[in-house]
């Protein structure tokens, strides 16, 4: 007797039927390649077990010399499921090359029986049961999250680049946009983070005080939540926001110091000033 086990070289979370039958037509074609062959049978058995099929696999994986006992017992059990000698008491192991993804052992018993061709298929029992309205609408949710975090990463460098080209409207409404869109994702450190951009953004306007409560405000909510990254960057705003006053303040200074210099004439000449007498 010769028997054909093959088993998938690559472990899927489930094997369709569709699958199935591919894999069953590539042995079928495989077997019959030389020359058709009659008295042939073909069997498909699903292993619903995700540890029992990584045993099979490990098994069917083994060297001639190993395992020996372990693929005399596979043998026995396949005795509920095919029409094989009542004992198996020595069989020849030879491993064949994949094949298609198809791990493909001949065994020869030394029993006038007709040939045999298994395929071992991966097919645990569904969690749930199936209902397309519900995979449609898990479809559409997860497309909708993948487009909010693509339109969220364009909107972020879309803003960065209007704010170091002092496009302060746009990098205003590009923050303002980007917090809608991190309140869709239910996201509150991502709309943190979007509020002190516009604490930055009304810095380099100059509206110093807008942004010191923008910050603080957001110090609370840094606090709220736990997050040492925002809290870090609410640091380093507070931290910008004193450097940019301070050089804000020693800039107005310096502007009144020479406005105030520019209003006192200094030049050579002598004015005079003309009045005419009425006759």
């Not at 039958?21 to 062959?37: E, F, H, I, T, V």
């Not at 008295?39 to 069917?60: D, H, M, T």
């Not at 107005?252 to 406005?259: I, K, N």
């Amino acid at each position: 007797m010769t028997l054909l086990v093959a088993i998938a070289a690559r472990v899927l979370a489930f094997e369709a039927p569709g699958e199935e039958r591919k894999s069953m037509k590539r042995l079928k074609k495989l077997l019959n390649a030389p020359s058709p062959r009659s008295n042939v049978r073909f069997l498909s058995i699903a292993v619903r077990e995700g540890e029992i099929y990584q045993r099979l696999r490990l098994l069917l994986a083994s060297g001639n010399e190993c395992l020996s006992r372990q693929r005399l017992e596979f043998l026995q059990a396949l005795k509920n499921h095919v029409p094989m000698p009542p004992t198996v008491s020595k069989a020849e192991w030879t491993a064949l090359d994949a094949s298609n993804g198809l791990d493909i052992h001949r065994v020869t018993l030394s029993t006038p029986v007709d040939s045999l061709v298994v395929l071992l298929t991966f097919r645990p029992e569904p969690l749930f049961p199936l209902n397309l309205g519900s995979a449609r609408r898990a479809v559409r949710f997860v497309h909708g999250i993948v487009a909010l975090v693509t339109a969220n990463a364009y909107i972020s460098t879309l803003g960065g680049g209007h704010f170091l080209c002092m496009h302060l409207h746009q990098a205003v409404l590009m923050a303002k946009l980007q917090i809608a869109i991190a309140e869709a994702l239910q996201d509150p450190v991502l709309q943190s983070k979007c509020r002190v951009n516009l604490a930055y953004n009304a810095m380099r306007g100059g509206k110093f005080r807008k942004a010191q409560r923008i910050i603080q405000e957001e110090r609370v909510v840094a606090h709220e939540l736990a997050n040492e990254e925002l809290q870090l960057i609410c640091h380093a705003a507070q931290v910008y926001l004193m450097k940019t006053y301070r050089l804000h303040k020693e800039f107005l200074r310096a502007m009144s110091e020479a406005t105030g210099k520019d209003r006192i004439l200094f030049d050579n000449y002598y004015r005079q000033r003309v009045i005419r007498k009425s006759k």
